[in-house]
């Protein structure tokens, strides 16, 4: 598996960290390793601790789990985590979604959950953002099979998602 890279100038136009990459002056061009480690994840931590400051710790939750699994990996297991968090942010949309059409729940729950969902939806729109500008390709079930590999690193991102957030929350 290659390393996908970008273009700084492409980097820049997505919108996100304009100010940040207009002082990046190392390369032309950045491997998406370097865009997640030294952009995506300082962002996610200031949000995250923004939200945390101001009370809205469910809106966070979600934010903690992709800077823990955005940070923690090499090249290659990055592309990995990266379809890995985005499978859990669709589940997790998907999951209040059809909590809120089925349950009447409190103010205080659907306030939670609204918060959660658009945490979940940020969160979506920024890895969505990186796989277009990096154009990654997530490998798909029978090739993995056929390679005689797992999903190790998607996996463990789902199951630490399902401890953190148990069914019924």
């Not at 059409?101 to 939806?121: F, G, I, P």
Request: with cysteine; proline share 4%; hydrophobic share 40%.
């Amino acid at each position: 598996m290659e390393i996908q890279h970008a273009l700084v100038k492409d980097l820049r136009s997505t919108g996100y960290f304009f100010d940040e990459l207009k002082n990046y002056s190392e390369s032309p061009e950045m491997d998406v390793t370097t865009y997640c480690i030294k952009f995506a994840v300082p962002y996610l931590v200031k949000i995250s601790e923004s939200y945390d400051r101001s009370g809205k710790p469910a809106r966070s939750k979600i934010l903690r789990l992709a800077i823990e699994h955005l940070s923690n990996f090499g090249d290659y297991e990055i592309v990995d985590s990266i379809f890995g968090l985005k499978k859990v942010a669709v589940a997790e949309i998907e999951k209040i979604c059809k909590a809120a059409l089925q349950e009447q729940l409190d103010k205080s729950r659907t306030l939670a959950n609204r918060q959660r969902l658009e945490s979940a939806e940020f969160l979506i729109k920024l890895l969505v953002s990186i796989i277009r500008i990096f154009r990654l390709t997530e490998p798909n079930a029978k090739q993995r099979q056929a390679d005689g590999v797992e999903d190790p690193v998607g996996d463990a991102i789902v199951q630490s998602w399902a401890i953190l957030e148990p069914a019924g929350a």
